[in-house]
Every structure is written in C-alpha cells, then in structure tokens.
C-alpha cells in the first residue's frame, strides 16, 4: 500500500536538548526507521511553558507566533515530543487562529524580523502522530521485536489531554490512543489510577516536597496495577519520574523501582532498534530487568 | 437504557474498609448519574446515603467520583459514561476529603481554604458611598472576575487536583478563584496585602495540570491562578521562590531563546543560597553521571537569536510606556 510522505517541523523542546537527549536521540532514530522526515526547526524557541505566560502572556504567544510563522513558511505542521510544549504550543496557537486582533497585534511585533503567522499551523505531540497519521496498522507492520508479555503502564500525564477546549485529541477522561499504540507494539497495557494524574514537575523546583509527592505516588499506583514498565511522551514527566526517582523514594520513604521510558524508546525497541542508539543506559532507573525478556541480548 | 452503577459504600464507624455494591438499572435515555442513585436510595437500598438538592447544576451538593474523574452528577449522563466503554460506572466519593458515610464526605477542610482567602469584600472606609449613593461599577471592571462568579462550590476541581491531592497546604483552585474575585474587584482595597497573603497559601504551588478547567461551570480557575501570578509579579511581591522562578526562567530564555535547564536551579534558588543549593547536589551529581546535566556554558543559541531580542525588547518598551 502506498502511504502519502509524512513531513513535519520537528520541534525538539529545550528538554530534549538538555536533560534528556536520549529522547531526541531516539525519536530521530524511530523517525528514520518509520520513514517519517522531520526538519527540525533549529531556530525555535522555548515554548515558554506556562511560565513565561505566568509572568508575561503576550511575550509567550509571541515567542510562539514566531515559531509557528517558521513552520508555516515551510508549509509543515509542527511535531513535538512533550506535553508541555504541546499545551503551551497548542494553547497559544488557537489562541492566534481565534483572535484575528491578538494576532494582527502580534504580527506587528514580528515584522520586524520579516516574518508574518497567517494561523494554519496545527500542533501535534509525537504519540498522536503515530496513533493518526501514521497509523497503527502500518505501526504494527514495522514491529519486529513484540513486546509480548510486557505489561505496560502508558503514562498520559495531564497537559496532553487538558485543556480539553485548547489542544483536545481525545477524551480526557477515558483516553484511549497511547494504550492502543501499547497494543499495536504487542505490549499490554495496565489501567491504573494515576495515568492520567499530574507528575508534578512544574512545581519540583518551588515545592521539592509537594511535587516529588505526586510523582511518588504515580509510581506507585503503576506498581499497584503490577506494571512493568511505564513509558511517557513527555520529557518533563520522565525528570519527574526517572530522573528524581531515587530522590522522590529517600523523600516520602517509599522504596522500590519502577522504570520509566520515552514513548520514542519503547516504540523503537519494538521496531528493532538497538538499545545502545536509544540510549536506555541513561536512565536513572535501569528498564533492564524488566525488558530483559523482549529485547534481544 | 441498562446500566450497572458500582456504588462505594462505607459506614466509618461500622466497617473496617469501603465496600462496593452494584446495582442494575433500566433508566430513561436521558438519566444522570444522580438519577441512577435517587432511584437506587428511592426503590432498592434507602440507606445508601449521599448530598443531592437541586438537580439543575446551581446547588453544587451532588459532586462524586464517576469512573475516576470527579463530577457534577446532576450534569453528568449516564449515557456519555456507557460510550466510554466502560461495564460498570463506578462511583466514589470526592478526594482528599474524609469520608463521613458512603459517598458524603467532610468539607471541612475545603471551607478553611476558603475563610483563609477572606471571601468578601473589604472596601476602603473612605471610599464607601453615602447613604444615598450608590458605588458604581461597570460591567467592564468586573470583566476579569465574571467566571469566578459563577462558582458553585461543588468542590469538583478540588478533589481532582493533582495537588490538593498530596498538600493540605494548598489553598486549591476553587479559594483561589474566589481570591481573584475579590483581587479584581475595583471596589476592594486590600489588593496588595490579599497578593501577598495567597503566596503563603500556595498561589505558586500549582502544578498547571488543567484538570480545575473541566470545570461544571466553566469557572476555569487555572486561569485565574495564572492571572494572580502575572498580577503578584506586577505587584513586586517576587520575593519567593514561584516568582523568582518565573522570572528566572524568561530572562534565562531571553539570553538564548532556548532554557539553559542547568542554570536555572541555581537562578531561581539564588547562586549563593549554600544552604537550598547543598542539599540538591548530590541529585545533579546523579544526572551529571547520567549525561543528564549539560554544562551551561556549552548552550547553544537558536538561530536568528537576534529576532528573539527583538521581541524581548517590544514588550519591554511596552511595559515601561506603561509606567
């Protein structure tokens, strides 16, 4: 069957470039096996992330605008591979495409530099892209290794799905696309409390003890439903809960492991790549015990 | 329509654990949730015991735990949970409250919050009309605080936030948006002091997980949070780690466009705060082994860097044209 090209304006997030670049490592390498092209927009900003909104709306959506008015002079859509830059980028992004004056404002600012945002950029995170666009049928055709008897606790988070109004994909209060796309791997999916519950990353560097709390408990409720393994589409999520999980557990005396992987990692497992060009060695909790009977020695 | 409803029963001072206990129903297309109990307590077991008044969505006493998300069952049909796929709707009490029989649970708590916000108006002696004056307001001066208004205490945002959840500390969404009622009030004249006040009630420990926006009536209080933030900043009350954090992190964006993740901890915490920066090393050692904490004097710029400048530097002119 022929499949029409995918082509999108890849934006990695700052994340992805930081702490966490087996993400971005391993979402090219899935890209690539996938035949998915991704230009990654080098030029982009930071989405900001709710902060800058906090402080400065306006500044926010035009930092954006800029980001969209380079994806749309390249006529792509843009990819992202967190949750929270899919609900700041989504969020600003209709905001632009609602409010012709917020936007003619806007565009005032960017003319300066030459650029204009006419509002056709649509937002997508990694995970709907897969589940949509691409497909799970033709997913489940490139699955070499299946994950076969791995129980896996797919970890929406909450930005992905909220607000509902602003970059709603699925239902927020019964998603179905990432336990879907667990399935189309071979895995199956656990249901449990907290998948889509907050992490509490954003405030992990305002109230250590509130948020290393919440993602304590997540973890939990994933070992509650006897998973194992979680996996998530957000990078901001996976400090919360990899990252910081040693230190979470020391916290609030809650002892265990539970290993936490990128969606871009466990999808590319199951397409066959190896290990190493996933980077899995950077994780702080090892997935090697609990992957040991799907990935090959 | 047939329905199975599972029904979270507990007497505290009778039952060692909460229980649940299904009841099959054959309703109208049209029923809600709080219709499939009424006839539960009204034809099969009078005793199972919840809060439920108006029907209409005005009262806000019928809030529950439908299928792990918390509603108003009044407004809640029936219907939308079976094409959720789901064999049995579950039903639980409200979170983070303690439950005093089945699905009642104590509001104590929630009412603190609150006393804590001082929910009403505190006008300046001097400003109040006389006797045969009225104080004019403006539908445009009570634009800001028109969806905080329509707030119903139904406690629906409070027993799904993440949050409130893990921190009695928190004053939660609903005080919160009730604050920003009272804060946007042209007529109040504690503006300041209430600002002040809500970072000690946890105005920055908001974790903007959005679930207060599926709000039953559209009050949104996360938007109201967000508003409150912007406007403690404006305010100059920054002495505190939320807004030190917030506005670290837009001029750690401004020097490159891109978050330099490494510096913004010691940033936010203060380069010279030992005693906050000490007992988080040993956690950026363990990433630094990991590859998880790249120096930040290797962070690159994006490109055009000098049109992100340009924009920093319209709304900095637009601010100072304010003052």
Known sequence: MEYKPLRYAYFTGCVAKGTCPELHRSTVELCKVLGIELWEMT????????????????LQIALNARTFAMAEGQGMDIVNICSTCQQNLGQDAKALRDHPELRARINDILKDSGLQYTGNVTVKNLLWVLVSDYGLDRLAAKVTNPLTGLKVASYYGCQLLRPVDETGYEDPDNPTSFDNLVRALGGTPVDYAGKTRCCGFHILSVNENTSTRMAVKRL?????????????????????????????????????????????????????????????????????????????? | MKSVLSVQRFIPEIDEAPHFESYELDLPDEATILDGLTYIKENIDDSLTFRRSCR????????????????????????????????????????????????????????????????????????????????????????????????????????DCGVTEVSAEFAGPPAL??????????????????????????????????????????????????????????????????????????????????????????????????????????????????????LPIFHRKVDNYDEVKKIYAAFAKTSEDKE
Not at chain 2, 193 to 220: F, I, S, T
Not at chain 2, 261 to 284: F, H, K, M, R, W
């Open chain 2, 177 to 294: 948006a009730k604050a920003h009622r009272f804060v946007t009030d042209p007529r109040d004249s504690k503006r300041r002091q209430r600002l002040e006040k809500l970072v000690d009630l946890g105005l920055w420990d908001c974790a903007h997980a959005y679930n207060c926006m599926e709000c039953p009536k559209h009050v949104n209080p996360a938007d109201a949070i967000a508003d409150l933030r912007r406007m403690s900043i404006a305010e100059g009350i920054t002495d505190n780690l939320g807004a030190r954090h917030s506005q670290a992190f837009t001029e750690n964006v401004e020097r490159s466009g891109r978050l330099n993740e490494s510096a913004l901890v010691p940033e936010t915490l203060g380069y010279t705060n030992i005693s906050a920066l000490l007992p988080i090393a040993p956690q950026g050692a363990m990433m630094a082994l990991k590859g998880k904490m790249p």
């Open chain 1, 220 to 297: 939990q409720e994933a070992e509650e439903a006897e998973a194992d393994i979680m996996v998530t589409p957000c990078p901001l999520c996976h400090v919360s809960l990899d990252a910081y999980q040693p230190r979470a557990r020391k916290l609030h005396d809650a002892p265990g492991k539970m290993p936490v992987v990128h969606l871009s990692q466990l999808v590319g497992l199951a397409c066959g790549i190896d290990p190493g060009s996933l980077e899995l060695s950077r994780l702080m909790v090892s997935p090697k015990k609990a992957l040991a009977a799907v990935v090959p020695a």
């Open chain 2, 56 to 159: 209409s969505a005005i009262c806000g006493s019928c809030s529950m735990v439908v299928n792990g998300y918390s509603k108003l069952t009044c407004k809640s049909p029936i219907a939308v949970e079976l094409r959720r796929g789901r064999d049995e709707i579950v039903i639980t009490p409200m979170r983070t409250m303690r439950v005093i029989k089945d699905l009642v649970v104590d509001m104590a708590p929630y009412w603190q919050h609150f006393r804590d916000v001082e929910p009403y108006l505190q006008p300046d002696p001097n400003k109040v009309p006389g006797k045969m004056e009225e104080y004019v307001v403006l539908p445009e001066q009570l634009a800001p605080s028109r969806r905080d208004l329509n707030c119903i205490q139904c406690a629906v945002c409070y027993s």
């Open chain 1, 43 to 58: 030029g982009a900003t930071c989405c900001g992330a709710g902060v800058i909104h906090d402080e400065n709306p306006e």
